[in-house]
T-cell receptor, first 116, second 112 residues
């Protein structure tokens, strides 16, 4: 396993622009999660996928946020019309629920978004 | 709604000291609880996972315990080292839901 990979590591954008982040989970992990974390806080759940199906979305995920996981492999998180309040670390995690009897989260290094 | 709190918010100890970090959750119907470590500006690294049927898990100098009835978990770190300095977070997976709920973390500083 090469670990969960996120790209880019850092993104600086101007308010109103659209941004897209990518997450590559550990191979064969069928669950993929997106979390958002601000300074001094724990991660807040945004959404998660089992294979290609998006099974749960947080109320935090406004209409400006959309996530996809085509073919149940990598995932993208897009934020449209970014606002300064979107500035945060966006974390991706994956887990397996069939290979392992226990579901354990493995996180990527995150994408730090700064909206100017 | 599950809420997770961690006390203390920050802790500073001299090297070599044993210490305990606390995690509390409001809904005892949990599936499992996982402890993570996070270094500044980085993602989270899993330390220990305790299933709801277990009482404790150990890995090296770390020991995590779980008391579902009281809604508490503790992470015990023995013989602390400066390299242990990081933020420690606990996360609870709800029994009837799918996502993990995180606490705000305890920021630990181990002084040489």
């Amino acid at each position: 396993d090469t670990g969960v990979s996120q790209d880019p590591r850092h993104k600086i954008t101007k308010r109103g622009q659209n941004v897209t982040f990518r997450c590559d989970p550990i191979s064969e992990h069928n669950r993929l999660y997106w979390y958002r974390q601000t300074l001094g806080q724990g991660p807040e759940f945004l959404t998660y996928f089992q294979n290609e199906a998006q099974l749960e979305k947080s109320r935090l995920l406004s209409d400006r946020f959309s996530a996809e996981r085509p073919k149940g492999s990598f995932s993208t998180l897009e934020i449209q019309r970014t606002e300064q309040g979107d500035s945060a670390m966006y974390l991706c995690a994956s887990s397996s629920v069939y290979r392992d009897r226990v579901e354990k989260l493995f996180f990527g290094s995150g994408t730090q978004l700064s909206v100017l | 709604k599950q809420e997770v709190t961690q006390i203390p918010a920050a802790l500073s100890v001299p090297e070599g000291e044993n210490l305990v970090l606390n995690c509390s959750f409001t809904d005892s119907a949990i599936y499992n609880l996982q402890w993570f470590r996070q270094d500044p500006g980085k993602g989270l690294t899993s330390l220990l996972l305790i299933q709801s049927s277990q009482r404790e898990q150990t890995s090296g100098r770390l020991n995590a315990s779980l008391d579902k009835s009281s809604g508490r978990s503790t992470l015990y770190i023995a013989a602390s080292q400066p390299g242990d300095s990081a933020t420690y977070l606990c996360a609870v997976r709800r029994n009837y839901g799918q996502n993990f709920v995180f606490g705000p973390g305890t920021r630990l500083s181990v002084l040489p």
